[in-house]
């Protein structure tokens, strides 16, 4: 909310609209549970009415042997073509404020 | 989180702030600001600050997390008894409450700080700060940050440190890393504790436990070992004292979590 607050002041809102955000599956945020504190976090603000919107991200991973790029579950990050656990994780990890909808 | 800028902008994102990308788009008159910065920005910050902190005083911060009960206390004061003559070790303790593991700590003659959340579940940079004002980090090896027992919240906070150590006692189950794939995902180092107990249980395989990690693409090594068997704790104490070296000898030290994190950004 600070973040959100900052924009809104640098941008002269009259309030904020909407939120969005992108959680990732490795990001050790679970959306539903943000979106109720958020319910709280909002009270007061120049955010009180503002919808929150979260994209959800997949968890990808980029094999380190055949090169092939893969969606995977959270607790079995490995190659779904080779099979092979020498992978590095492209997406999963974000936790980002994407944007900001304001009215002026 | 890119760690070459501190930006969180990667190659799976990147299309969402480029031109055209969704985020360009405006609605019923209403003005779109894109922001695109970590909600845990602030934390990061300050840890980047404790990391300068402990670079200053040539200090190696080793942040250990474990469920409750898995015995990050009673391996740091066996670690004090095998290896505190040689290196220099100071602890920060973190707990809801109580100053108990601080005082086991004293006990051995280190320097200890308790910090006490109160309803938090997690170490956050900012407590860490705190805790460092009133330690004299001068002369100092190692410090242990034991942080908060949970294998969810602590995962997510840096705190500045350079290494995670993550305790998994064969007490709970080998599946632990499938079940807290976050948690064990950023593990530098494993240690399986409470070994002394091995031979009286039939339902823990250190071999799966390994395997459940390599399943989190986390090639880490992993030692098993009893805090109450002083002979066992051998090759942790040479992973102590290689990481030390190898922090005295100047290379940058950072958790592994996302080590690709600046590749892909300057391929981005």
């Avoid at chain 2, 799966?208 to 109450?228: I, Q």
């Avoid at chain 2, 090759?235 to 592994?256: I, N, T």
Wanted: glycine fraction near 8%.
């Amino acid at each position: 909310m600070t973040q959100v607050r900052k924009v809104a002041a640098e941008n002269d809102a009259k309030s904020v609209t909407l939120i969005r955000l992108l959680v990732g599956g490795l990001s050790g945020v679970e959306p539903p549970l943000l979106a109720r504190a958020f319910e709280i976090a909002r009270a007061g603000t120049v955010a009180e009415n503002a919808e929150l919107e979260i994209e959800e991200g997949p968890v990808v991973v980029k094999c380190k042997e055949c090169g092939a790029s893969s969606a995977v579950p959270v607790n079995r990050l490995i190659c779904q073509y080779c099979g092979e656990w020498r992978v590095s994780v492209t997406e999963g990890e974000e936790l980002l404020l994407l944007s900001v909808e304001i009215e002026t | 989180m890119c760690e070459t800028c501190g930006c969180t902008i990667t190659p799976a994102n990147a299309h969402l702030v480029k031109a055209d990308g969704k985020l360009e788009h405006t609605s019923d008159g209403k003005a779109s600001i894109e922001v695109l910065t970590g909600l845990l920005h602030e934390n990061d910050h300050q840890a980047g600050h404790n990391r300068e902190h402990f670079h200053r005083h040539g200090v190696l911060a080793i942040n250990l997390m474990s469920s409750p009960g898995s015995g990050k206390t009673a391996l740091l004061e066996a670690t004090i008894d095998a290896i505190g003559d040689e290196l220099s070790i100071a602890v920060v303790e973190g707990d809801l409450e109580t100053e108990n593991d601080a005082d086991r700590i004293r006990a051995h003659g280190v320097p200890a700080v308790q910090i006490t959340t109160g309803q938090a579940c997690h170490l956050d940079a900012h407590m860490v700060h705190d805790a460092l004002h009133e330690l004299d980090l001068d002369g100092i090896d190692i410090l242990f940050i034991e942080n908060v027992g949970n294998l969810v919240c602590p995962a997510s906070f840096d705190l500045g440190h350079h290494i995670n150590v993550t305790l998994l006692s064969v007490t709970e189950g080998d599946d632990k890393p499938a079940k807290y794939p976050v948690m064990f995902r950023a593990a530098d180092l494993m240690l399986l504790t409470k070994s002394d107990l091995l031979d009286v249980l039939d339902d823990f395989d250190t071999a799966k436990a390994e395997r459940h990690l390599r399943e989190l693409a986390n090639p880490a090594d992993v030692l098993t070992l009893s805090a109450r068997r002083p002979d066992s704790l051998a090759a942790w104490l040479d992973w102590l004292r290689r990481a030390v070296a190898e922090h005295r000898s100047g290379r940058e030290m950072h958790p592994s979590v996302q080590p690709d994190g600046p590749a892909l950004h300057t391929q981005g």
